[in-house]
């Protein structure tokens, strides 16, 4: 029993350095300590693996990949939050509060909106049994495996008041700082780049290999919490209070606002220092404080009615067009894409922007050489709102679709009832670059490291022709391409070969 003494001791000591070290960002020992620490820890439990149990620091990491994930029903719909994109919508909602209960005090609590990904945790007597992305709302995939592995969701509660059951829900996502590291380690292997963090944080929960998630140095804020056998807190601070004291990570920047006004008034200092923090948000979210009062305006079918997010207006700057290209997309369908003077937006640098068609950029009269007004829309993907025209200096040039295909030279058709033009000749290297590149993808057949490089250079040697044609290669043709190694190649031989097992 000594033995089984000094167990619980190192796991007690370690689960604490966690804490203070992924949700308090004060850790009290050097890393050496701790990795000390787990290394007699990790001996004791190889000598005597009876004492093994699943909330044990050493089991985050471990598990063999899934086939697939399963399905797990929330124990409450995690509801989507109505949204505003203004003032008066935010003084709309509190009015119709008012209305609704006039002789009621009430208080709201504003909180960051996380552009992260959306998960439900569950515990039973204080040990995480389940963690679920939030899928539909009622049902989400099961993909505890992978929760797991992210050191500030605790494993076992520090305190949960003898709630039997509690189910949390909060965000997954990604730093802006390991956002770049991971995508410039991508770019090296010559894979496929995240478009923003929440893309990356959402891409590495849903991987069937857990150690790929453990990998990717993803964090969490929780924010809410259900009890089902009851509970005996009065406000929702008390719930955030309960969490933190729980072990769980809750987002520090959080305000008590007495009046509607007040909530309004912190909504905008956040919108002009989001560039300030090191993970992205899209908005604030104002909920009523009192939980009796939430019980009472209940929700919608989509929507609580004591919540509601403000989304923050898209981030607008001025910049010059230098150039106007033609990509030619998998359908053979022609885009121009304006080539910019860098900008920075929301954080990150702007250097093209989409145009749409050839009816969008008449319809605003963009020209190559015009100064014009960009935003992010979304907070991810870069458009031209307008022409600033008074910049003109008359050395503007006006932009032609072309009557070629850029990449194959075959004729450009435009019909009568679209304002696509689209290149004809189907065998076009573009649009086959780009159907293999959809073929590959997280949203088709999630094949890890076929990455654009990869698939341009497959293309140009005419190793392939069709995306049929992948499962035809073997580690010999991917060896002859530019910085691809043995090891690179044998990744990819058996990503594609797990790619069969992907279900319809």
């Known amino acids: 029993m000594e033995i089984k003494k000094e167990i619980d001791r190192l796991r007690e000591i370690i689960n604490k350095h966690n804490y203070y070290y992924y949700v308090l960002d004060k850790p009290i020992i050097s890393d050496y300590e701790y990795d000390e620490l787990m290394r007699q820890l990790i001996k004791l439990e190889k000598d005597y693996p009876e004492f093994i149990t699943p909330d044990s620091p050493t089991q985050r990491v471990g598990a063999k ?33 008012k209305k609704n209960f006039p ?6 609590v504003v909180e960051l909106k996380i552009d992260g ?31 797991r592995t992210i050191k500030s969701i605790p494993l076992r509660l520090r305190e949960y008041q003898d709630f039997d059951i509690i189910e949390v829900y909060g965000e997954v996502y990604m730093t802006r700082d390991n956002f770049k590291k991971l995508n410039e380690e991508r770019a090296k292997k010559a894979e496929n780049l995240f478009a923003n963090p929440r893309n990356a944080a959402a ?14 140095q993803l964090d969490t804020f929780i924010y809410q919490a259900t009890f089902p056998k009851g509970h005996h807190f009065n406000t929702h601070l008390e719930v955030l209070e309960f969490l933190k004291e729980a072990g769980f990570k809750v987002n520090t920047n959080i305000k008590l606002c007495s009046n509607i006004k007040e909530a309004v008034d912190y909504c905008k200092y956040w919108q002009s220092r989001k560039g300030e923090l090191n993970y992205d948000i899209d908005g604030m979210v104002i909920k009523i404080n009192q939980l009796a009062l939430r019980e009472k305006l209940g929700s919608t079918t989509k929507s ?7 989304k923050f207006p898209a981030e607008q700057m001025t910049t010059v067009i230098r150039d106007i290209i033609v990509g030619v997309g998998r359908t053979g369908a022609l885009t121009p894409v304006a080539i910019l003077e860098p900008v920075t937006i929301s954080g990150s640098k702007v250097h093209r922007a989409t145009l749409h068609n050839e009816d969008e950029i008449k319809r605003k009269d963009i020209r190559i050489g015009d100064t014009v007004l960009i935003q992010k829309a979304g907070e991810v993907i870069p458009e031209v709102v307008q022409v600033v025209k008074e910049k003109r200096t008359g050395k503007e040039k006006i932009f032609h679709m072309p009557e070629r295909c850029p990449v194959c030279g075959s004729q450009v058709v435009k019909l009568n009832n679209e304002v696509v033009s689209r290149c004809n000749n189907a065998s076009c290297p573009a649009q ?7 073929f590959v993808s997280r949203e088709a057949m999630d094949i890890e490291g076929l990455g654009p490089a990869v698939i341009d250079q497959l293309v140009d040697k005419k190793i392939i022709s069709d995306f049929a044609d992948l499962y035809y ?17 044998d990744n990819i031989i058996k ?10």
Do not use: C
């Open 65 to 97: 990949p899934l086939e697939e994930f399963k399905t797990a029903r929330h124990l409450t719909p995690m509801l989507s939050l109505s949204n505003a994109f203004s003032e008066k919508e935010l003084i709309d909602f509190d009015q119709r509060i």
């Open 103 to 108: 002789q009621e005090y009430y208080d709201y």
């Open 117 to 147: 990904l959306a998960i439900a945790l569950l515990y039973e007597n204080g040990i995480l049994i389940r963690g679920a992305t939030r899928g539909d709302g009622i049902e989400g995939e099961d993909v505890t495996q992978n929760l």
């Open 203 to 216: 891409g590495s929960v849903r991987q069937l290999d857990p150690a790929i998630t453990a990998s990717r």
């Open 304 to 310: 609580p009615r004591w919540a509601i997010a403000y």
């Open 432 to 438: 086959l670059k780009e159907r293999i590149r959809h």
């Open 473 to 489: 290669l073997k580690q010999e043709d991917l060896m002859k391409l530019e910085r691809i190694a043995e090891k690179s190649s």
């Open 495 to 504: 990503a594609i070969q797990n790619s069969k097992n992907r279900p319809l």
